[in-house]
């Protein structure tokens, strides 16, 4: 008779493999299903998301309807549909229910959803607190109908079940369509599909966004873009940054017969040259097989990859937002908001953290209908993707409060924590790998090299802000000045001829000696016949100016503009515009017109002014150009400057005193940019 079994045995019998889709089934709060306003905003969010990336991998600009109806007290039925390019027969029950499948995990290259289980994470949710199927709709374009099929997952195989499928005409050419019904609560707030859509608008200015809400309120986040991002390519890992197990792994993996091929064909910035010098600071030949560096030999190696150098890490596995679509989104989102200013958003150049690159970029934006007495507040992103929880645990967060603000013009007790003001800050980083602190992909972790680059970016946008402050006061001061100069003057003037019997004086004369601005007014008048918008620039200064005048507005606006004068140059995509001024002598005015057709939404808010030639001192109702606009200054200013000062220098021409300092460095500018 065969001895009982003993406890290590009948512990061993217990033990079997767990299959994934049955681990998060009874772990849903690690995906972000652990309450029902929760689950919803997830539910849309890996919807939307899935929707975004097919669209932009085709080249197509992303539309995106998202709506929400409730099924009794505690049920919500969401659809969510895009027109992407569909999904193949044979691939929509793996995609929508299997967790773990998917196409983006192993590619080096920038994605919202990577690791393949966030829509399969909301049917198993679905399933499981309402065990009704998710219907999907999906239509490619080359076939004539679309495939229909109710789904459930196998969560003790992770496997996919067909519950049923049909065939049936679908008005759409191409696109996919989910629909789900679930335990949740639709509650509009921060934390609610609006802001999440809200928030995917503004980095994605190129997706149109429909929400139809629960009471059938339809809200449209337009498009402000007509262009696709660029397409993130893949790439390979760059070896600053590589731990000493990923070098090992790479090693071992590669298929490159010798050291220096693995160098230079696995591995991004090594050139033949910098492996040449790898190679010898780690004591190792060219020919060495890479599977046998091990031990010893690996620590040298990757000693020796940290101390040459090396060609900086490509940007081209990421698609970041850039600087002008982040104010473009801004702008065509926070439009009631209205801000007074719109600090120019900062893009750091790409770094690596584990051998993959990532990039941070900063958008912030100060004034207007933004609340003064309360935290900023604060926008975070990951490769596109709004973050609305665990903000507290946030590496975005932790580096925001870990700067002094009241430097910058901001409140902040003890010069730590957030600070309070009317200012938003949008913060996104892109990467091909996020380290985002859960699978649920709600918060990025700390690390030592995104914290540095973090803080980098937030100083170069708040020192933008310090610098508008600073201007905005002295503005503040001189048109102070200026008004009761105008108020009292003419008075004093009236008064005074009156008193001594001699007619009123020009004060203009005396009015330049006093200011010594060039001032640049501005008003928005509309009418049945058009929107009008006459600016006015008078030189209250000694000195003659030769001035470049640009103004920037949001591109369709300035599609539909009639200019007068005609500009010297354009850059219609970018909504910009520019005149060389005639040469203004002291106390000299020129006139600018902008017209619009009847009906034009605009408001002085949608047009921000710059002038060049001048020091922004001596400058009153606008900006002084700033250095990161992208556009080549006209020829013209060279040579209307050369012109002024000529004949600032001929014989007889005492009579009017020229600006050459003005004259020579706005020159000077134009040839160096």
């Known amino acids: 008779m065969a001895p009982p079994p003993t406890i290590a045995q009948q512990l061993a019998a217990k033990q079997r493999e767990i299959s994934v889709a049955e681990f998060f089934e009874r772990n849903r709060q690690i995906l972000g299903f652990d309450n029902p306003q929760r689950s919803l905003l997830t539910t849309v969010k890996e919807a939307t998301d899935n929707g975004l990336d097919a669209c932009e ?21 969401v659809s969510v549909e895009d027109n ?22 192993h590619s080096n290259r920038q994605a919202r959803g990577q690791q393949g289980i966030g829509i399969s994470a909301a049917v198993l949710y679905a399933n499981l607190t309402t065990a009704r199927p998710a219907k999907i709709t999906s239509k490619v374009e080359e076939e004539e109908a679309a495939h229909v099929l109710d789904l459930f997952i196998d969560t003790q195989k992770n496997q996919p079940r067909v519950a049923s499928e049909d065939v049936v005409l679908w008005d759409r050419p191409h696109g996919t369509k989910i629909e789900l019904v679930l335990k949740a609560r639709y509650v509009r707030g921060r934390q609610s599909p609006y802001e999440y859509l809200r928030g995917t608008a503004i980095v994605n200015p190129h997706a149109r966004i429909v929400l139809v809400e629960p009471d059938g309120t339809r809200v449209t986040f337009e498009r402000a873009t007509e262009e696709c991002p660029p397409i993130a390519k893949e790439t390979l ?12 792994y790479h090693l071992k993996g590669t298929k490159r017969p010798t050291c220096v091929e693995f160098l230079t064909k696995d591995l991004q910035g ?27 030999a690996q620590e040298r190696l990757l000693t020796a990859l940290r101390g040459v150098p090396l ?76 973050l609305l929880f665990q903000q507290g645990a946030c590496a975005i967060t932790n580096a925001i409060s870990n700067m002094d603000w009241r430097r910058y013009g901001l409140d902040q007790k003890s010069g730590s924590g957030l600070p309070s003001g009317p200012a938003l800050l ?107 918008v006459p600016v006015e620039i008078t030189n209250y200064t000694p000195r003659a100016r030769v001035l470049e005048l640009f103004v920037e507005l949001p591109a369709e606006l300035l599609a539909h503009a009639t200019l007068e004068p ?74 209307a400057a050369e012109a002024a000062a000529e004949e600032a220098r001929a014989p007889g021409a005492g009579e009017e005193e020229v600006d050459y300092d003005a004259a020579e460095s706005s020159a000077s500018a134009a040839e160096d940019d």
């Open 84 to 105: 992407g390019p569909g999904i193949l027969r044979k691939e929509i029950p793996n995609v929508f229910a299997r967790l773990l499948y998917g196409s983006r995990f």
């Open 426 to 532: 949008l913060v996104h980083v892109a990467s091909t790998k996020i380290p985002f602190t859960s699978e649920a992909k709600e918060a990025i972790a700390e690390d030592p090299e995104i914290d540095r680059e973090l803080t980098l970016a937030l100083q170069g946008a708040a020192r933008h802000l310090r610098t508008h402050l600073s201007r905005r006061t002295r503005r503040d001061l001189a048109s102070e000045k200026f008004a009761i100069i105008l108020k009292i003057l003419p008075k004093l003037a009236e008064k005074t001829s009156h008193l001594v019997g001699k007619p009123i004086p020009d004060l203009i004369p005396v009015i330049t000696r006093i200011m010594d601005v060039v001032n640049v007014e501005t008003s928005v008048t509309s009418a049945a016949e058009g929107v009008r």
């Open 270 to 296: 090594v050139s033949p040259r910098a492996a040449k010098e790898v190679l010898v600071a780690a004591n190792l030949k060219a020919s060495t097989p890479p599977g046998s560096v091990q031990g010893e």
């Open 566 to 639: 005609a500009p010297d140059g354009t850059e219609a995509a970018l909504g910009r515009a520019w005149w060389t001024l005639p040469k203004l002598a002291p106390s000299g005015r020129t006139h600018v017109e902008l017209r619009f057709p009847p009906r034009t939404d605009a408001e002085a808010n949608d047009f921000d002014w710059y002038v060049a030639g001048i020091d922004e001192a001596h400058l009153l109702g606008a900006d002084p150009l700033p250095g990161d606009w992208e556009v080549r200054l006209p020829r013209t200013i060279v040579e």
């Open 237 to 248: 890992p760059h070896p600053y940054g590589l731990e000493l197990g990923e070098l090992g």
């Open 57 to 77: 991998e085709a080249g197509i600009l992303p539309e995106i309807l998202v709506e929400i109806s409730k099924e009794g007290e505690d049920r919500v039925h």
């Open 311 to 386: 060609v900086a890490p490509s940007a081209d596995g990421l698609s970041p937002i850039g600087a002008m679509l982040i104010k473009r989104g801004l702008r065509n989102v926070l439009g009631e908001v209205r801000p007074d200013f719109f600090a120019p958003p900062v893009s750091r150049p790409a770094k690596v953290r584990g051998g993959f690159p990532f990039m941070v970029e900063v958008g912030l934006v100060y004034g207007g209908a933004l609340p003064a007495d309360q935290p900023i507040q604060i926008l975070r992103f990951a490769n596109r993707v709004p």
